[in-house]
């Protein structure tokens, strides 16, 4: 596709259980990126891609937060035992090249997952 | 960790009117970016700014790098109604060509535009 896509939009789930939530990056950007946005706050890092690797996971709040990426494409950010308090907008970004990169590598985003814990 | 400190938090303006919003961080970037992000959609990149004291414009749009590496402002003027969103700046810190760079963001102005 020619943006970033997320999946799902919305998503509802129960304290307690495990959700994943979908990115599909540009096509031929190997960097991509996990952010958490807060109700009124601005966007929080999460984790960063190169590849398949993630060189960086340092914003992941705790051991319940995971992620993969397959193919150099596709990433899967998992949340288990979701509590209230990740009731939040995760959004996904990419990158041509992140590592490597230069001032000049923008950073596209998704739509967003919508994430509610009840 | 790195803080930007983006002010103000909201804005209610008249159309027409010009717009002024600006960021601070403790630390230096070496590219400053600024954002829109629509309702129910990602941020949507505005202008990049990439040297120190450099000034940008986009259309109604005209941005500035501050000279310490610590700053920027974004103006909008004749604001319109489609203006309405948020926006939030980000600094980018690049340290070589192993590295990648993480956006570090302020927290967001909300600006609504009365017709």
């Keep these: 596709?020619?943006?970033?896509?997320?999946?799902?939009?919305?998503?509802?789930?129960e304290k307690g259980k495990d959700?994943?939530?979908?990115?599909?990056?540009?096509?031929?950007?190997?960097?991509?990126?996990?952010y958490r946005q807060s109700l009124g706050q601005g966007l929080e890092f999460l984790i960063y891609f190169q590849g398949n690797s993630a060189p960086d996971k340092s914003g992941?709040?705790?051991?319940?937060?995971?992620?993969?990426r397959t193919g150099g494409s596709v990433s899967t950010l998992t949340i288990q035992r979701t509590q209230q308090e990740d009731s939040a907008v995760y959004l996904c970004a990419s990158s041509l090249r992140g590592e490597g990169g230069w001032s000049t590598d923008t950073q596209y985003f998704g739509?967003?997952?919508?994430?509610?814990?009840? | 960790g790195q803080q930007l400190n983006q002010s103000p938090q909201s804005m209610f303006i008249q159309e027409g009117e010009d717009v002024s919003m600006n960021c601070t961080s403790s630390s230096?970037?070496?590219?400053?970016?600024?954002?829109?992000?629509?309702?129910?959609?990602?941020?949507?990149?505005?202008?990049a700014l990439y040297k120190a004291g450099e000034l940008t414009s986009n259309g109604r749009l005209?941005?500035?790098?501050?000279?310490?590496?610590?700053?920027?402002?974004?103006?909008?003027?004749?604001?319109?109604?489609?203006?309405?969103?948020?926006?939030f700046c980000a600094g980018q810190l690049f340290a070589g060509g192993t590295s990648y760079g993480k956006l570090t963001f302020g927290q967001g102005t909300i600006l609504t535009v009365h017709p």
């Design chain 1, 19 to 34: 959700v994943e939530l979908r990115c599909d990056p540009i096509s031929g950007h190997t960097a991509l990126y996990w």
């Design chain 1, 1 to 13: 596709g020619a943006g970033v896509s997320q999946s799902p939009s919305n998503k509802v789930t």
């Design chain 2, 28 to 47: 230096i970037f070496n590219t400053w970016l600024w954002y829109k992000q629509d309702p129910g959609e990602g941020p949507v990149l505005l202008i």
């Design chain 2, 62 to 87: 005209t941005a500035q790098f501050g000279i310490t590496r610590k700053d920027s402002f974004l103006n909008i003027s004749a604001s319109i109604p489609s203006d309405v969103g948020i926006y």
């Design chain 1, 60 to 68: 992941l709040p705790s051991d319940r937060f995971s992620a993969e």
């Design chain 1, 111 to 118: 739509p967003g997952t919508r994430l509610t814990v009840l």
